[in-house]
C-alpha cells in the first residue's frame, strides 16, 4: 500500500507542460457529458480519444497500466453486481444461473457502466500523473482564485498519503509480534487504528500550519508563478471541442441513451 506522488509523465511533453488548472479543467469538462449518457458507445468513443492523447501528455501505456489497476477491481465489482442485482434482464438469455440470469441486456448495461467507469477516471489519472503537487496548489491560488487555507491544506493531505501505507504496514507488524490476528477479521480494528492516527497528525498539522502563519489574512507571495496562457485556453477549448463531437457522434449513431430520456 505505497503510493508515489512524483510526476511519473515525461514533463517536456506537450500538454504536460500545460497550467495544472487547464489540465484539471479540461478533464471536468470532457468527462461531464459522460454522466449524461446509458449508452456505452459514448464513453468507447471517449477512451478512445483519451488513449489517443495520452502521449501528448508524455504517459506511456506500460505506466498506465501499472497505476490504473484499481479500475480493474471497481469494473469486476460492477461486473459481478450488475448479474447479481440487475433487475432488467431483458434480452436473449445467455448463462441459465436460475434467479441470477445472464442476459445479452444485462452484459449491454455493465458493459456501458464499465467504459463509463474508464473514461470518466482517466482523465482524473492523467492530470494527477502529470501534475505536480505543489503547482496544482499554487494554481488553484493563483489562477482559479481557491481560498489558499484550502489549497495548502490539500496540499499537506496529498504529500501524507505515503504515510498511510507505511502506517498501515507498521501496524500490522506489531499486531503479528505480538501473536494477535492480522487476517481479514483484523481489518476493521486496523482501520480504525488508522484514521485514529490520521486525525492525530492532522490536528498536529493544522496546528503547526496556523502557528507558522498560514491561517493568516495576510497577501501571501508565491516562489513559482503559474501563467495561464493562450496554450491553456486551448486545452480547454479542444476538451469541449471533443466533447461535443463525441456526443454528436453518437446522436448520429442513434445509440444516444440520455438518462432522464
Known amino acids: 500500500m505505497s503510493f508515489a506522488l512524483q510526476s511519473v509523465a515525461d514533463p517536456a511533453a506537450p500538454l504536460a507542460r500545460r497550467n495544472p488548472v487547464a489540465k484539471l479543467a479540461a478533464a471536468l469538462l470532457f468527462a461531464l457529458p459522460l454522466i449524461t449518457t446509458l449508452d456505452p458507445l459514448t464513453p468507447a468513443l471517449a477512451l478512445a480519444i483519451e488513449l489517443t492523447v495520452l502521449p501528448l501528455f508524455g504517459v506511456r501505456y506500460a505506466v498506465l497500466a501499472r497505476r490504473a489497476w484499481p479500475l480493474l477491481v471497481a469494473a469486476a465489482g460492477v461486473l459481478i ?23 445479452s441486456g444485462v452484459l449491454i448495461t455493465a458493459l456501458g457502466l464499465i467504459l463509463r467507469l474508464f473514461a470518466i477516471s482517466l482523465p482524473g489519472v492523467i492530470v494527477f500523473a502529470t501534475t505536480d503537487p505543489t503547482d496544482l496548489a499554487d494554481a488553484l491560488v493563483q489562477n482559479a482564485k481557491a481560498p489558499a487555507r484550502f489549497a495548502i491544506g490539500a ?29 481479514f477479521r483484523a481489518f476493521p480494528a486496523l482501520a480504525f487504528a488508522l484514521l485514529v492516527g490520521a486525525l492525530r497528525r492532522g490536528t498536529r498539522l493544522a496546528v503547526a500550519m496556523d502557528a507558522r502563519g498560514f491561517d493568516s489574512a495576510v497577501p501571501r507571495t508565491y516562489a513559482r508563478k503559474q501563467v495561464f496562457s493562450k496554450g491553456d485556453w486551448l486545452l480547454i477549448v479542444g476538451a469541449v471541442a471533443l466533447a461535443t463531437l463525441v456526443i454528436t457522434t453518437t446522436v448520429l449513431t442513434g445509440m444516444f441513451r440520455p438518462i432522464l430520456g
Open 81 to 103: 453486481s450488475l448479474v447479481l442485482f440487475a433487475a432488467d434482464r431483458s434480452g436473449r438469455l445467455l448463462v441459465d444461473l436460475g434467479p441470477f440470469d445472464i442476459t
Open 155 to 183: 496540499l499537506a493531505a496529498f504529500r501524507l498519503l505515503p504515510l498511510l501505507g507505511a502506517e498501515w504496514q507498521t501496524l500490522t507488524l506489531a499486531r503479528r509480534a505480538r501473536g494477535v490476528d492480522t487476517g
